[in-house]
């Protein structure tokens, strides 16, 4: 069974920041894309960003572009997004994701092409 094992979720104030880690075997983390995905209160999952499995490539959602970062730290099998400048409607349960195996596709934003999930991470922006 793939695991996948997310930390770093919490509560900020507007304006600040917090880092999300997800963890992950060497094999699926080493022939993924990686994503993240997040689940406002009430809302449908989006799309937050994602990252080819040899890190070239990168893509984000519009409303985190700028914002937020992806990155991948292959010695430890370790997923990240960085988040700065952090607002009310950041607010959600954060998901990565892991599109396996990477045959050539593109960084796809549907949560249905991923194929192994984490558990979730509360991130609670205050204004």
């Known amino acids: 069974q793939v695991q996948l094992e997310e930390s770093g979720g919490g509560l900020v104030q507007a304006g600040g920041s917090l880092r999300l880690s997800c963890v992950l075997s060497?094999?699926?983390?080493?022939?993924?894309?990686m994503g993240w995905f997040r689940r406002p209160p009430g809302k449908d999952r989006e799309f937050v960003a994602g990252?080819?499995?040899?890190?070239?490539?990168?893509r984000y959602g519009d409303s985190v572009r700028g914002r937020f970062t992806i990155s991948k730290d292959n010695s430890k099998n370790t997923l990240y997004l960085q988040m700065n400048s952090l607002k009310p409607e950041d607010t959600a349960v954060y998901y990565c994701?892991?599109?396996?195996?990477?045959?050539?596709?593109?960084?796809?934003?549907?949560?249905?092409?991923?194929?192994?999930w984490g558990q979730g991470a509360q991130v609670t922006v205050s204004s």
């Open positions: 994701a892991a599109d396996f195996p990477f045959r050539g596709q593109p960084i796809s934003v549907y949560s249905y092409l991923y194929d192994y």
């Open positions: 060497r094999f699926i983390f080493s022939n993924s894309i």
């Open positions: 990252i080819s499995s040899n890190n070239e490539t990168v």
